[in-house]
């Protein structure tokens, strides 16, 4: 079964302790992405990566890092300079994320983290 | 500044009838529309998308409409499903960036049976 998978489904945190959210995708596609969403709130870009050794910041990537070592797996780590971690963290791909694309981007079912 | 809005927090709609979910835009150079649906505690599934060359989508009951001068969308579902019930949000992109979707807050849509 072809699919983004997010593990774990939820995690709890200590305040000042850094967490990695794992993001893994078998769909052979070039993008990935994070969102994280707030109660209320639409998704908002934290980083993108459109191709492998490559990412970029997106519009709240304070308190945040990434890698993209490999093509299926981009994690994401929620550091202690986050001021407000506590959020549903959603990981994305699509086919392609270059300025002409239109591919439909795919999500992951999420990781719930709070910090206590 | 949001710039994709839903304005409607919530919508209520008896099975059977017409469920329309409103979003606007203020970027002119949003060129690519999408539409995903949350339930709680999961990832949004895909549902519909529409290009700005466009004015209209249609997927089984649902359909996507554009309406570029207003810088208004639309999704129509009919008829409405039980199943229907989520959360409903609207996306855009555009030229000249990597792509990346901009999100509405989202419509809680209930069909009641």
């Known amino acids: 079964d072809g699919g983004i998978t997010q593990s774990p489904k939820y995690l709890f945190r200590k305040e000042g302790q850094n967490v990695t959210l794992s993001c893994e995708q078998n769909l052979n596609h070039d993008a990935m992405y994070w969102y994280r969403q707030d109660p209320g709130q639409g998704l908002r870009l934290i980083y993108y990566?459109?191709?492998?050794?490559?990412?970029q910041k997106g519009d709240i990537a304070e308190g945040y890092s990434v890698s993209r070592e490999k093509k299926e797996s981009f994690p994401l780590t929620v550091t202690s300079a986050q001021k407000n971690p506590t959020a549903f963290y959603l990981c994305a791909s699509s086919t392609s994320g270059g300025p002409i694309s239109t591919d439909t981007q795919y999500f992951g079912p999420g990781t719930r983290l709070t910090v206590l | 500044d949001q710039q994709v809005k839903q304005n409607s927090p919530s919508l209520s709609v008896q099975e059977g009838r017409i469920s329309i979910l409103n979003c606007d835009y203020t970027n002119s150079m949003f060129d690519y529309f999408l539409w995903y649906k949350k339930y709680p505690a999961e990832g949004p599934t895909f549902l519909i998308s529409i290009s700005s060359i466009k004015d209209k989508n249609e997927d089984g009951r649902f359909t996507v409409f554009l309406n570029k001068s207003a810088k208004h969308l639309s999704l129509h579902i009919v008829p409405s499903q039980p199943g229907d019930s989520a959360v409903y949000f609207c996306a855009a992109s555009g030229r000249g960036s990597a792509r990346q979707l901009t999100f509405g807050s989202g419509t809680q849509l209930t069909v009641l049976p």
């Open positions: 990566s459109q191709i492998v050794n490559d990412f």
